[in-house]
């Protein structure tokens, strides 16, 4: 299958994954948020009505304005720019989903609508209604929204653990997808935790009395109970997880272990402070504490989602799509006929680049580098071989899967990956008006690329996990 190639987005000096995920993570936390705040209202207006706690009428109203505000304008608005950012950054990834899942994803918009609907009532109409019609209001609002989050967790699930799909091509198969429940129920705890948590902080904004206080943020601190359940829905999530994907998290990437470790000891704290502290000890929390915690569970939502990112490594869809958009099988042909060669997109400050060989190499790095590398920014490619001579670039990224086994072959002749590696060395020099063809010479031209075509043979055309694999 031949490469497809779509419009190209610089985005300087940040890189393009960094972008996308920094959305995404914003999106998460608000999104999750809403789902766990039409629970938690639904509890509240349960309990005001049975005269279990009459305080919570008075938060009830409140809240869900805030929650209205929240939702259905900062997570609208995040949901529109992830599906922009996406495009933009991974197009090739976005259309392989939509053409798998699209009733899928018609299905989840089909539960958002009812949501914004039941929402929009619930907040215009509320206070008009009687308590057992404002009670049914509110669970039909949380269930759309949870149910949202259900269709929409199937598809995430399915680019890290495809399943069964790979063999079958079932849509079931992949939706129902050996992540999906333990990610499902983990989602679900967060979404009520992050719920009682900005309850918290909404009440310690409140005018009313500290008692009243007290009692609201009680009642808040019980939607933080599932967290217990945290610890084995995890172990659960990673004991499903590909053998490579869970060496990535478990100490193959200091990265990703780090991100790991924050997420699992933000969740720690805050589950100790609620549950040992707010409900055993009876403890006050001030907005002060409150705001803490809520940044907290932003840091946890971070960690998780660049983990659950990051464990996909070397793809963007498991066995499907490398991150780089290229797909396994097409590596071989475009080793061959070069990933360039079809590129009709003009290549942005050409004018500044000595030579043809460094164009080549800057239209090599946007092809094949640059959804995870920047020229001189975030995770800069200069920058992260700059203590490599010239043999060692040439050498390291033709063999770049068993250097670093969460990277992509590369996917391109040996003539562009000279140029990139021209292309890299002339930014590390401070990119000089002149710059000399390494290729110029005839005889070195055909030494230089048999040892660069014979590099490239002996790594193969397969990502390194994939050849491990295969080979046991």
């Not at 790979?166 to 992540?179: D, K």
């Not at 720690?268 to 803490?292: D, E, H, S």
């Not at 400050?349 to 946007?366: H, I, M, S, W, Y």
């Not at 033709?398 to 992509?408: E, G, R, T, V």
């Amino acid at each position: 299958m031949d490469a497809v190639y779509y419009p190209v987005n610089d985005f300087g000096p940040l890189m393009k994954g960094l972008a996308i995920g920094g959305l995404g993570i914003f999106h998460v936390f608000t999104a999750q948020f809403a789902i766990g705040g039409g629970f938690l209202l639904a509890w509240f207006q349960w309990r005001a009505m049975t005269d279990r706690c009459p305080e919570c009428r008075l938060f009830i109203h409140g809240y869900f304005r805030f929650l209205v505000l929240v939702s259905f304008v900062t997570g609208a608005l995040t949901g529109v720019g992830m599906w922009f950012t996406s495009i933009q950054v991974s197009p090739q990834t976005i259309a392989l989903m939509v053409d798998e899942f699209h009733w899928l994803w018609a299905v989840e918009w089909t539960f958002f609508t009812l949501e914004v609907v039941a929402g929009y009532a619930a907040y215009r109409y509320g206070a008009r209604l009687s308590d057992s019609a404002y009670l049914i209001l509110l669970l039909l609002y949380a269930f759309a929204a949870w149910m949202s989050l259900f269709w929409i967790n199937g598809i995430l699930s399915f680019q890290l653990t495809p399943g069964r799909w790979l063999e079958t091509g079932g849509l079931w198969a992949g939706f129902f997808n050996p992540t999906f429940w333990p990610s499902l129920l983990y989602r679900t705890v967060a979404c009520g935790s992050l719920a009682a948590l900005v309850a918290m902080l909404v009440v310690n904004l409140s005018n009313l009395p500290h008692n009243q206080k007290t009692t609201l943020i009680r009642e808040a601190a019980w939607f933080t109970m599932p967290m217990l359940l945290m610890p084995f829905l995890g172990i659960w999530f990673v004991s499903v997880l590909p053998p490579d994907s869970r060496e990535w998290i478990t100490g193959g990437s200091v990265a990703m272990t780090m991100f790991l470790g924050i997420a699992v000891g933000a969740s720690v704290v805050i589950a100790g402070y609620c549950l040992i502290g707010i409900l055993r000890q009876r403890l006050t929390i001030n907005g002060a504490t409150a705001t803490v915690l809520c940044l907290m569970a932003f840091a946890a939502t971070a960690g998780g989602e660049f983990v659950r990112e990051g464990a996909r490594k070397p793809y963007t869809l498991r066995e499907i799509l490398y991150s780089n958009a290229i797909r396994p099988d097409q590596v071989k042909k475009l080793r061959e006929v070069g990933v360039t060669t079809g590129d009709p997109y003009p290549l942005r400050g050409a004018d500044g680049l000595p030579n043809e060989q460094t164009k080549l190499g800057a239209l090599a790095f946007r092809n094949l580098c640059s959804i995870c590398h920047t020229v001189n920014g975030v995770n800069s490619l200069p920058g992260l071989t700059a203590s490599w001579d010239t043999d060692m670039k040439r050498m390291n990224i033709a063999k770049l899967q068993y250097l670093k086994p969460f990277m992509p072959p590369f996917a391109g002749t040996p003539e562009e990956l000279e140029g990139l590696v021209q292309y890299v060395e002339w930014i590390q020099a401070g990119s000089p008006r002149a710059w000399p063809d390494s290729l110029a010479d005839p005889q070195t031209r055909t030494k230089r690329l048999a040892e660069i075509g014979r590099a490239l043979d002996q790594a193969g055309v397969e990502a390194y996990l994939h050849q491990k694999r295969r080979k046991e």
